[in-house]
Nanobody, 122 residues
Framework: QVQLRESGGGSVQAGGSLSLSCVAS????????MGWFRQVPGKEREGVAR???????YYADSVKGRFTISRDNAKNTLYLQLNSVKPEDTAMYSC????????????????WGQGAQVTVSP
């Protein structure tokens, strides 16, 4: 099973930028899906962005035009660039990797990181 570790979380002012990284302990297959998810206590986890094995990416409507997902397979690393952040972006951000053919989200079948807290101040 792949182990994932997020980094880059922290506090940022609204309108600012922040970058998140997710490093996998093992090799990530180019055909695997990788994505970012976020969760606030008391609410359901929501998908933020994912990037498929073919390189295509998808974003939640709430972050389109502001966030960018990318991956570097050689470094086993997933990235999320957060621009023009808003207070509502405040959440625990987790990365995940899963087999694309199983669905659009990892569910219980994928591997998850512990999460990185992002706090956006007004």
């Amino acid at each position: 099973q792949v182990q994932l570790r997020e980094s880059g979380g922290g506090s940022v002012q609204a309108g600012g930028s922040l970058s998140l990284s997710c490093v996998a302990s093992g090799n990530i297959h180019s055909t695997d899906c990788m994505g970012w998810f976020r969760q606030v206590p008391g609410k359901e986890r929501e998908g933020v962005a994912r990037i498929n094995g073919d390189g295509s990416s998808y974003y939640a409507d709430s972050v389109k035009g502001r966030f960018t997902i990318s991956r570097d397979n050689a470094k086993n690393t997933l990235y999320l660039q957060l621009n023009s952040v808003k207070p509502e972006d405040t959440a625990m951000y987790s990365c995940a990797v899963w087999i694309c053919a199983l669905g659009s989200d990892p569910g219980d079948f994928g591997s998850w990181g512990q999460g990185a807290q992002v706090t956006v101040s007004p």
